[in-house]
């Protein structure tokens, strides 16, 4: 088996790349107003009720239709779920592997035209599309490696006993629930989802509200590599109305979560009562964002610490969990690092996704552009205003500017609360520890980095700064499958480290069996 490698990035400057990707947007752009069922069992279901998907670069366009699930549809997709897992829990694990490498091989072939989706449904300008989708491949072909060889070594953790022979088995747990961001709507809802099924489990998908064409067309991808109906099932609906019925349901084995603390946080209450009929503990699986902080030491690389914090707070407008909104400097070197990221910030520009001129897009949709400007205006009376500082093109679509304000206390509502937008806030430490101090001080503790120069400091932040991911002299943001395995501590959630070599162990349970000989 050739051994794991990411994904590379397109290279955009290459004429040849940049006219196959220019090719695939205008087809995407052509083929607006998808309708998406729902699909159940391997049948293609559609509804009376719809809800629409839009463009956040252009408000007025529409990107599809989708069908949406209610309880009895949900109903039928936990069964159809239950009862492929008959036959899937029996596939073996290579197999399973098989199905991914070859839905890798797919999305491979047409990376373009997924990434032209990313671009038209979420807001991503190219290159965060581009990695979108590289991530997606990544997540097929690295747990599909992790799933054989699991596998191969489940017998070799064992200590040796005469006289018996011992063999341990990872096996699947059952039907999971997997419930999927926008954020990441393609690289996400693919990891969580491939790696519950090459467990040999199935699934019912519920995808983002905001996002569910570039997860429904993966669905498709899904099917064409050889996966049997019911194994993956696809039901978008409301959260109010299915989210509670699938994580309390009796068939339930787990959920796999990612998105906001508050709905994190009821899922897993909820999956932690028993249903009637159940007979296990579910378990839950979550990602729950983050309030993430970049640390500039006294002697850091002050043009590249600036660099990286507006790369951190800015990319995708600030909507990764692992984007950084507090930047935390050394009160000797503060007004410099505020100085240079301000005039950097006021470089970039804020666009039509599409656009190649853009260094950002929109906001992902009405909700998220409301709550993210009711934030700036409670920033204007926590520190003070650098840059932007409003709504942008309200007309066109969900823009706002790259905001940064100065002098905020460590304990402000917009250094704690997580705004998921293009809000960063900076705080002036007294010294080095006093630094760390405010970086521990939230709920969260998902990404951070540090700069600096200084050994001692370096291993001072690893025993002390607590956060899952926490990287030196680079941006907060950015980690590669198998390199940088993902999650945090603290309410960001259960450090399940997605991309990682123990991440398939969650969609798992170990047997063994013992024969006297």
Request: glycine fraction near 10%; include cysteine.
């Given at each position: 088996?050739?051994?794991?490698?990411?994904?590379?990035?397109?290279?955009?400057?290459?004429?040849?790349?940049?006219?196959?990707?220019?090719?695939?947007?205008?087809?995407?752009?052509?083929?607006?107003?998808?309708?998406?069922?729902?699909?159940?069992?391997?049948?293609?279901?559609?509804?009376?009720?719809?809800?629409?998907?839009?463009?956040?670069?252009?408000?007025?366009?529409?990107?599809?239709?989708?069908?949406?699930?209610?309880?009895?549809?949900?109903?039928?997709?936990?069964?159809?779920?239950?009862?492929?897992?008959?036959?899937?829990?029996?596939?073996?694990?290579?197999?399973?592997?098989?199905?991914?490498?070859?839905?890798?091989?797919?999305?491979?072939?047409?990376?373009?035209?997924?990434?032209?989706?990313?671009?038209?449904?979420?807001?991503?300008?190219?290159?965060?599309?581009?990695?979108?989708?590289?991530?997606?491949?990544?997540?097929?072909?690295?747990?599909?490696?992790?799933?054989?060889?699991?596998?191969?070594?489940?017998?070799?953790?064992?200590?040796?006993?005469?006289?018996?022979?011992?063999?341990?088995?990872?096996?699947?747990?059952?039907?999971?629930?997997?419930?999927?961001?926008?954020?990441?709507?393609?690289?996400?809802?693919v990891g969580m989802t491939t790696a519950a099924v090459v467990a040999g489990n199935t699934v019912v998908l519920k995808p983002a509200?905001?996002?569910?064409?570039?997860?429904?067309?993966?669905?498709?991808?899904?099917?064409?590599?050889?996966?049997?109906?019911?194994?993956?099932?696809?039901?978008?609906?409301?959260?109010?109305?299915?989210?509670?019925?699938?994580?309390?349901?009796?068939?339930?084995?787990?959920?796999?979560?990612?998105?906001?603390?508050?709905?994190?946080?009821?899922?897993?209450?909820?999956?932690?009562?028993?249903?009637?009929?159940?007979?296990?503990?579910?378990?839950?699986?979550?990602?729950?964002?983050?309030?993430?902080?970049?640390?500039?030491?006294?002697?850091?690389?002050?043009?590249?610490?600036?660099?990286?914090?507006?790369?951190?707070?800015?990319?995708?407008?600030?909507?990764?969990?692992?984007?950084?909104?507090?930047?935390?400097?050394?009160?000797?070197?503060?007004?410099?690092?505020?100085?240079?990221?301000?005039?950097?910030?006021?470089?970039?520009?804020?666009?039509?996704?599409?656009?190649?001129?853009?260094?950002?897009?929109?906001?992902?949709?009405?909700?998220?552009?409301?709550?993210?400007?009711?934030?700036?205006?409670?920033?204007?009376?926590?520190?003070?205003?650098?840059?932007?500082?409003?709504?942008?093109?309200?007309?066109?679509?969900?823009?706002?500017?790259?905001?940064?304000?100065?002098?905020?206390?460590?304990?402000?509502?917009?250094?704690?609360?997580?705004?998921?937008?293009?809000?960063?806030?900076?705080?002036?430490?007294?010294?080095?520890?006093?630094?760390?101090?405010?970086?521990?001080?939230?709920?969260?503790?998902?990404?951070?980095?540090?700069?600096?120069?200084?050994?001692?400091?370096?291993?001072?932040?690893?025993?002390?700064?607590?956060?899952?991911?926490?990287?030196?002299?680079?941006?907060?943001?950015?980690?590669?499958?198998?390199?940088?395995?993902?999650?945090?501590?603290?309410?960001?959630?259960?450090?399940?480290?997605?991309?990682?070599?123990?991440?398939?162990?969650?969609?798992?349970?170990?047997?063994?069996?013992?024969?006297?000989?």
């Open positions: 088996m050739i051994p794991y490698a990411p994904e590379p990035f397109t290279d955009f400057s290459d004429m040849q790349e940049a006219q196959a990707f220019d090719k695939a947007l205008a087809k995407a752009q052509r083929d607006v107003g998808l309708d998406v069922p729902l699909v159940i069992g391997g049948r293609r279901i559609r509804t009376d009720r719809t809800t629409r998907s839009v463009n956040p670069s252009r408000k007025a366009e529409m990107v599809g239709t989708i069908a949406q699930a209610d309880r009895e549809l949900a109903e039928q997709a936990m069964q159809a779920a239950h009862e492929a897992y008959r036959t899937w829990s029996r596939v073996s694990p290579a197999s399973r592997a098989g199905v991914l490498f070859k839905a890798a091989a797919i999305l491979r072939r047409r990376k373009h035209e997924f990434s032209a989706w990313l671009m038209l449904e979420a807001g991503k300008v190219r290159a965060e599309a581009d990695a979108d989708t590289a991530e997606a491949i990544d997540f097929m072909e690295y747990y599909g490696r992790q799933m054989i060889a699991m596998a191969k070594r489940a017998d070799d953790l064992l200590v040796p006993m005469p006289g018996e022979d011992n063999r341990l088995e990872y096996l699947p747990l059952g039907v999971g629930v997997v419930i999927s961001p926008w954020n990441f709507p393609l690289a996400i809802m509200s905001s996002t569910p064409v570039v997860a429904y067309k993966f669905y498709e991808i899904l099917e064409d590599a050889g996966l049997p109906p019911g194994v993956v099932n696809f039901v978008p609906g409301s959260g109010g109305e299915i989210g509670d019925a699938l994580v309390t349901h009796q068939l339930t084995r787990f959920i796999s979560f990612t998105g906001s603390r508050e709905v994190g946080l009821r899922m897993h209450e909820l999956s932690a009562k028993r249903s009637e009929g159940q007979l296990w503990l579910k378990r839950f699986v979550g990602e729950l964002g983050g309030k993430d902080s970049i640390v500039v030491d006294r002697d850091a690389d002050l043009e590249e610490a600036a660099r990286g914090i507006v790369a951190s707070a800015f990319g995708f407008s600030g909507q990764k969990c692992s984007a950084c909104s507090r930047a935390i400097i050394h009160q000797d070197v503060y007004d410099t690092v505020l100085a240079r990221a301000v005039e950097l910030t006021k470089e970039l520009t804020v666009g039509d996704a599409t656009k190649t001129g853009s260094f950002t897009g929109p906001v992902v949709d009405e909700a998220a552009h409301r709550n993210i400007l009711d934030y700036i205006e409670i920033g204007k009376t926590e520190g003070r205003l650098m840059t932007g500082g409003g709504a942008l093109m309200p007309d066109v679509g969900y823009y706002i500017a790259l905001t940064i304000f100065a002098d905020v206390d460590p304990d402000a509502r917009i250094m704690q609360e997580e705004i998921f937008g293009p809000v960063l806030a900076f705080a002036k430490a007294t010294n080095f520890e006093h630094a760390l101090d405010i970086a521990n001080r939230t709920e969260y503790g998902l990404t951070g980095s540090v700069y600096t120069r200084n050994r001692a400091h370096i291993e001072l932040a690893r025993e002390r700064f607590h956060v899952g991911n926490l990287y030196f002299n680079r941006k907060c943001t950015g980690a590669i499958v198998g390199v940088h395995p993902f999650g945090g501590f603290n309410l960001s959630g259960t450090d399940s480290k997605a991309g990682g070599p123990d991440y398939l162990l969650q969609f798992t349970q170990l047997k063994l069996s013992s024969e006297k000989l």
